[in-house]
């Protein structure tokens, strides 16, 4: 298929609490309006890997930092490879939307263990490839835990406020590091409603 049939790669990114699944069926079901065919997926994938840090996250076992890093590059390779995976749809003129790249790994796990190591696992492997787009949500890490809480009664792995401080600065600090590799746009969302984020989202896509 010529590259300008190609499906667009969209990744959504964004602390815990973001707004990330509300902002990507918006933007879903704005596509399929202009007509376009889209896939939305997630990461952890629904693989046995994906099984394996969803267990993790959600505190039913054990991970070193490092293993996690790990498990999610192993996830990330087969989320791209697999016979109905990124690199399949996008071949099909399918437009993917993913929640969560490996700009998570890096701020996340990158904040937890060698960044270097993580960053190079993700950035230098031939089989994860670059989006098209990130688009990272910005939201303070006081109002995410606002979000977050509201008919909740646990928490995962990541949902303390100075972990979610830490992990939002380490965003930006990722942002800077591939500025001129990676095409990557960051929304504040404060004080804004769904609908005026949605559309700051429809802004940068187009």
Not at 20 to 39: P, S, W, Y
Not at 113 to 123: C, S
Request: aromatic content about 6%; overall charge negative; glycine content about 6%.
């Amino acid at each position: 298929m010529s590259e300008n049939k190609r499906g667009r790669f969209i990744v959504i990114e964004g602390i815990d609490g973001a707004g990330k699944t509300t902002q990507i069926e918006i933007l879903a079901q704005k596509l399929r309006e202009e007509g376009r065919t889209v896939h939305v997926t997630a990461e952890p994938t629904a693989s046995v890997s994906g099984g394996l840090l969803r267990d993790a996250l959600g505190g039913i076992s054990d991970r070193t930092a490092c293993e996690m890093a790990a498990l999610f590059v192993l996830d990330r390779i087969f989320h791209n490879v697999n016979p109905n995976g990124i690199n399949a749809m996008l071949e099909k003129g399918i437009d993917v939307i993913c929640d969560r790249y490996y700009y998570s790994s890096l701020a996340y796990q990158g904040s937890q263990t060698d960044f270097e190591w993580v960053k190079d696992m993700n950035l230098n492997c031939p089989e994860i490839r670059v989006p098209d787009i990130c688009i990272f949500l910005d939201l303070s890490p006081e109002e995410s835990l606002k979000r977050i809480s509201k008919g909740r009664t646990t928490t995962e792995l990541y949902e303390k406020l100075d972990t979610l401080q830490s992990v939002r600065n380490r965003f930006f600090d990722v942002f800077e590091l591939l500025k001129e590799r990676d095409n990557i746009k960051v929304i504040d969302t404060t004080g804004c409603t769904i609908e005026e984020v949605a559309e700051k989202i429809s802004l940068e896509i187009k």
